[in-house]
């Protein structure tokens, strides 16, 4: 299976974390570029502005989107962050509404974050893997 990751870069080594267990278990992962440097600290978190300019420059929006329509599943890799339990940020959302679009699976590391846009996540269907990869399926 094709596993697309996609989560905040504050929790990249989560991702990393992630797809070296999919991995290991014969999947074909693809997490967001640079979430490697984050995860090793080679990176730093960037300021707004910093992060709007290599969102344009870098077409990062729209590449991951192309990404997301070539694998097989979205899995949203989602920790407490912010204060929030299972933190889903803007990015992520908008990357899992591609994902709901384009007819892919869904799957949350965690649960259902309680933010102000939960209703559109559960519209979504994403099936919560409460921390296991074991369950995607």
């Not at 384009?102 to 559960?122: M, V």
Request: net charge neutral.
């Amino acid at each position: 299976m094709k596993i697309i990751v996609c989560g905040s870069m504050k929790i990249s080594e989560k991702m990393v974390e992630a797809k070296r267990s999919l991995e290991g278990s014969g999947h074909q992962v693809l997490i967001p570029r640079f979430a490697e440097e984050y995860a090793k600290g080679k990176k730093q978190e960037e300021s707004s502005s910093e992060s709007i300019e290599n969102k344009i420059e870098g077409d990062l929006i729209r590449d991951y989107y192309h990404q997301i329509e070539k694998g097989d599943v979205l899995l949203v890799v989602n920790e407490k962050l912010r204060k929030i339990d299972s933190y889903i940020g803007g990015n992520t959302f908008l990357e899992m509404g591609f994902a709901h679009v384009l007819g892919k699976k869904i799957f949350l590391l965690n649960g259902i974050p309680d933010i102000s846009y939960k209703a559109e996540i559960i519209a979504m269907q994403p099936k919560c893997l409460k921390g296991d990869l074991g369950l995607m399926k």
